[in-house]
């Protein structure tokens, strides 16, 4: 969305050459907080780019790791000035993390603890590099990464998500608040075209994202991309149904089911797979994978929207009619074997606007396998699908994951 200047404090304000900078163009940020972003355009990127030199000065590792550890307490607790809003305490942070991504205070604790977890600790001499990130909207825990480029650059320009670009500004302020030297950051809101651009530009880079944006960029020795994570959980044979949905609740909903790391697809691995049982009879593998998914099923069921459950937090969605759009698209991929276990409706409406996608498990019927379009479907909210495979179909499910999950003691 382009249109006349705003001068107004709710726009977020682009960081370039130094200084927090309007835009001629903004988008609006979803939510009802009246929050805009600026976007940065393409030829501005470039002529900043040539206008670029390396920042001359020691900058050692050591005072790096000070100044950086000083910004996370300010990012989590402290009062940091971000262009546009202007001074932002950590309460109105977090306000505004809810009000226009979603994301509950109890997360955005959870998250700070794990971003400070996070903070690199390189001794390594930095190098001349400017680094780009591009980071994703589902958590601001990827973070993480543009710590580690500043840490380790002569400068990192920094890429926000448009769903959720508060974090990011807030980091630099804070990187700012505690002496980060102005001319080694850039907060470069863009449209998605402009990613390509913005990775010509750049000496370094590492973008997040879906399937659609990882797609449009290909992975060199200069280029990290970090897609969909696709996890997955390996039940072993005879392992008691309660106990493996305690073990798989916290994977499949924790952190609101957003990390890339989170559960999609439940393995229950048995010898059994592919033995037919006498005739209008259930294979015995999916016998077993319903047993186990039941109690899951009705865990799922029992977190609560509003207010907020205090063991697995669950995030809302801001976009009117969001919610609802991506629970159907996920039943979309039911097929005739298949079936959804959790009983609530797919979405639900909150206070203040907030609108639910409910947790949601899918039992897949006999002939699922790995190229099932539910297995490995990643949502914004928490989703797996359960279903029966023997050692080598488990296999394959597991080699199309980046992260592997097993019960301690399991023998896979």
């Known amino acids: 969305m382009t249109g006349a200047i705003r001068t107004h404090r709710s726009v977020v304000q682009a960081f370039r050459r130094g200084s927090w900078q309007p835009s001629l163009d903004s988008v609006a940020l979803p939510g009802r907080s009246g929050l805009s972003l600026s976007l940065v355009p393409e030829a501005v990127a470039a002529a900043d780019r040539r206008r670029y030199e390396p920042p001359a000065g020691s900058f050692p590792p050591a005072a790096r790791r000070k100044l950086i550890d000083t910004a996370l307490g300010l990012f989590d607790r402290g009062t940091v000035t971000v262009g546009g809003p202007g001074e932002q305490s950590a309460a109105e942070f977090r306000t505004a993390l809810w009000e226009t991504a979603g994301v509950p205070e109890a997360l955005t604790d959870r998250w700070c603890g794990l971003l ?37 650059s002569a400068a990192v320009w920094v890429r926000p998500s448009r769903r959720e670009p508060l974090s990011a500004a807030r980091l630099v302020a804070a990187l700012l608040e505690a002496g980060w030297p102005p001319e080694r950051l850039g907060l470069y809101a863009t449209e998605r075209p402009a990613l390509r651009t913005l990775i010509g530009l750049t000496d370094r880079q590492t973008v997040y994202g879906g399937t659609g944006l990882t797609a449009a960029v290909r992975a060199s020795g200069r280029l990290q991309v970090r897609g969909p994570g696709r996890g997955c959980a390996l039940v072993p044979p005879g392992m008691d149904p309660a106990e493996a949905a305690d073990w798989l609740l916290p994977l499949v909903a924790g952190d609101g089911g957003r990390f890339c790391s989170n559960v999609r697809t439940v ?47 669950l995030t809302a969605f801001r976009v009117p009619g969001e919610a609802g759009q991506c629970a159907r698209r996920l039943r979309e991929g039911l097929g005739p074997g298949d079936r959804m276990l959790t009983r609530r409706p797919p979405a639900a409406r909150g206070d203040g606007g907030a609108e639910y996608a409910l947790p949601a498990l899918a039992l897949l019927g006999p002939e699922a396998g ?43």
């Not at 015995?284 to 977190?303: E, K, N, V």
């Open 267 to 313: 393995v229950c691995v048995e010898e059994s797979v592919g033995a037919e049982g006498p005739p209008g009879t259930k294979r015995p593998a999916t016998a077993t994978a319903l047993a186990l998914a039941r109690p899951l099923a009705d865990a799922l069921d029992a977190l609560r929207t509003e207010p907020v459950d205090d063991r697995l937090p």
């Open 370 to 412: 790995p190229g099932h379009p539910l297995v490995g479907r990643e949502v914004p909210f928490p989703f797996a699908a359960v279903l029966a495979a023997s050692p080598a179909g488990a296999a394959a499910v597991a080699g199309r994951s980046s992260f592997v999950h097993r019960p301690r003691g399991g023998v896979l």
């Open 116 to 152: 400070r977890g996070a903070s690199p600790c390189s001794v390594e001499e930095p190098d001349g590099a400017l680094a780009l990130v591009s980071l994703p909207g589902n958590t601001f825990t990827c973070l993480e990464s543009v710590l580690a480029e500043a840490a380790r």
